[in-house]
């Protein structure tokens, strides 16, 4: 007698088909998320574990943009699955940062703000990002300095100012994110923002701009006139 295939196999093929015919909109979140897991548990049903994670993070981007240690506390999910999610994720910021290496800054400024909303703007946790930028304001390097708490990341104007000498930069761009959701800068934000421009200008390097991202909207400190 032959053993009956696990009736997961036809459900998972017919996800397959359904994504080569309808794209990824005929898809809900969990299904998505059923397809990326499939390599990683190859023996097990991904429906319940993808719906948990959903429940938990709240929707496929939350998911992908959870830290491994919050990913790991989710009942059935494994190392295979964690490090296939944060791939894919990886995979999403290089696509988005991509248009703006080696280009002018300035002159791709959608883009830039798409590429900082894709990288933290769904963080439960403060980041503060510099972006280095060369004469021409092309790209030199794009570091995450310090990754914080969730209303709180420690920031060092003078590290800034150094790391920009090291790396031979002539203009900066600082970015860093609030998990509330709301973009306003505080005034805590606003007077770091003031000494690193202070900092930096002593030495020749401008800062351009400091934006803040949260989900779905950004705000930058030089078009409300607080640099």
Not at 51 to 78: E, N, Q, S, T, Y
Not at 118 to 144: G, T
């Given at each position: 007698?032959?053993?009956?295939?696990?009736?997961?196999?036809?459900?998972?093929?017919?996800?397959?088909?359904?994504?080569?015919?309808?794209?990824?909109?005929?898809?809900?979140?969990?299904?998505l998320l059923e397809l990326l897991l499939f390599p990683a548990q190859p023996r097990k049903e991904m429906k319940?574990?993808?719906k948990r994670l959903i429940d938990r993070f709240g929707g496929f981007a939350d998911v992908l943009a959870a830290?491994?240690?919050?990913?790991?506390?989710?009942?059935?999910?494994?190392?295979?699955?964690?490090?296939?999610?944060?791939?894919?994720?990886?995979?999403?910021?290089?696509?988005?940062?991509?248009?703006?290496?080696?280009?002018?800054?300035?002159?791709?400024?959608?883009?830039?703000?798409?590429?900082?909303?894709?990288?933290?703007?769904?963080?439960?946790?403060?980041?503060?990002?510099?972006?280095?930028?060369?004469?021409?304001?092309?790209?030199?390097?794009?570091?995450?300095?310090?990754?914080?708490?969730?209303?709180?990341?420690?920031?060092?104007?003078?590290?800034?100012?150094?790391?920009?000498?090291?790396?031979?930069?002539?203009?900066?761009?600082?970015?860093?994110?609030?998990?509330?959701?709301?973009?306003?800068?505080?005034?805590?934000?606003?007077?770091?923002?003031?000494?690193?421009?202070?900092?930096?200008?002593?030495?020749?390097?401008?800062?351009?701009?400091?934006?803040?991202?949260?989900?779905?909207?950004?705000?930058?400190?030089?078009?409300?006139?607080?640099?």
């Amino acid at each position: 007698m032959t053993e009956e295939a696990p009736h997961y196999l036809g459900h998972r093929q017919r996800l397959r088909e359904r994504l080569l015919k309808g794209g990824p909109d005929a898809l809900a979140d969990y299904e998505l998320l059923e397809l990326l897991l499939f390599p990683a548990q190859p023996r097990k049903e991904m429906k319940p574990l993808a719906k948990r994670l959903i429940d938990r993070f709240g929707g496929f981007a939350d998911v992908l943009a959870a830290d491994p240690a919050d990913l790991a506390k989710v009942p059935g999910i494994g190392a295979a699955a964690i490090a296939t999610l944060k791939t894919v994720q990886a995979s999403a910021l290089r696509l988005t940062r991509q248009p703006i290496e080696g280009r002018t800054v300035i002159s791709s400024w959608d883009r830039l703000i798409e590429y900082c909303q894709a990288s933290m703007a769904l963080s439960r946790r403060e980041e503060f990002r510099v972006l280095y930028l060369d004469r021409k304001n092309a790209l030199i390097a794009d570091e995450v300095q310090q990754r914080g708490t969730v209303d709180h990341v420690p920031v060092y104007p003078r590290e800034v100012v150094r790391r920009a000498l090291e790396v031979g930069a002539s203009a900066l761009i600082v970015v860093h994110n609030h998990p509330s959701g709301d973009p306003t800068p505080s005034q805590a934000d606003i007077d770091m923002t003031r000494q690193i421009k202070e900092a930096g200008a002593a030495l020749g390097i401008t800062l351009h701009d400091h934006v803040i991202v949260g989900r779905g909207s950004h705000a930058s400190l030089r078009s409300l006139g607080l640099i």
